[in-house]
């Protein structure tokens, strides 16, 4: 291996996905987190809030499931 | 292997997305979070508020969105 | 290894599970640390909000967990 400035292997699509991951983890956190106390102020609304709580996850969660697919359309 | 300067593949498309996509997760994480803590604090206007929800996530979305075209745009 | 500009050895698939674990980390900590102050408001709602704390945890985690798997996808 002589002649070789880097022996780093991998895909850049890994750190595609993974900084596509940052913002929907953070989100999550957020939705759930203020969700949760959105419960505790008001448990008879529970089901209005439950429900837009996981429409929100299932918005911030598709961002980084598209970093997945773009990672393996980039495949060399 | 001699003169491989890097056994890195990938399209720095999946990067330019990762980054495009930590914003708009934390951005859709808040829109959702305080939006359940509206409803929580006024059910009764829950119409309103669950329409600008939408509408807010629609704009961030899009800018994780334009991040997908742009790295096809560029595509080598 | 003469004539070698750096000598980095490593899989990239290290930093992108490194950049997916920022999110979902900083994420668990605002779900966990939301739901005790829900749970303090609260308490006769604690089965709802712990409910919900676990599942906003799971969605989270899981981000990080397909960091791994996608490192191990692109081992070259």
Partial sequence: MSGVLAEVTGNLGSIGYGLAAIGPGIGIGIIYGQGVQAIARQPEAYGLI???????????????????ALAFAFRA
Avoid: H, S, T
Avoid at 55 to 68: D, P, Y
């Fill in 50 to 68: 439950r429900q837009n709580m996981i429409l929100g996850f299932v918005f911030a969660e598709a961002l980084a499931l598209i970093g997945i």
